[in-house]
């Protein structure tokens, strides 16, 4: 039972990325792809939604990480896999940080192009491409820390 637990918090992890990861891609493409002349009204709409999954999503990785974190014990600082361990997660907090400073961006980005009407496409493309690229990041890193 312990065993069928563990998948299924992993698999939770696993999806949970899906979601930061596709949905943060999806939002930079369709941003690349808005017309330079419009309003960005796509990427715009894709960003508010994505915006609510992403912060539902971070939610899961971070309680399902504990949980692995949990399963497998805590390595000391000292060791490749805890030095590793301990990049990641400072990666993870400052991108924490960063995509709160994005949310509030988007949310006023939002406001503020409705009422002067501007495009928001260059600011998306910005912010979704570092998104995803820090995303990349992340996986790379949590895929050293899972094969070695």
């Not at 995803?132 to 070695?148: K, N, R, W, Y």
Request: hydrophobic content about 55%.
């Amino acid at each position: 039972m312990a065993e069928t637990l563990h998948v299924a918090v992993r698999t939770l992890h696993v999806l949970g990325m899906v979601v930061l990861l596709g949905g943060a891609g999806t939002v930079w493409y369709v941003a690349r792809r808005d017309d330079p002349g419009g309003g960005g009204d796509t990427a715009s709409s894709l960003a508010s939604g994505y915006e609510w999954a992403f912060w539902g999503a971070l939610g899961v990785m971070v309680v399902t990480g504990v949980g692995n974190l949990g399963a497998l014990g805590a390595p000391g600082p000292e060791t490749r896999w805890g030095s590793i361990l301990l990049v990641k997660l400072a990666v993870v907090a400052a991108f924490v940080l960063g995509s709160l400073v994005r949310t509030v961006a988007v949310a006023r980005m939002d406001a503020w192009s409705d009422r002067a009407g501007v495009t928001n496409a260059p600011f998306y493309r910005r912010a979704y491409g570092a998104t995803t690229v820090v995303l990349l990041a992340l996986v790379v890193l949590a895929e050293v820390l899972a094969h070695g």
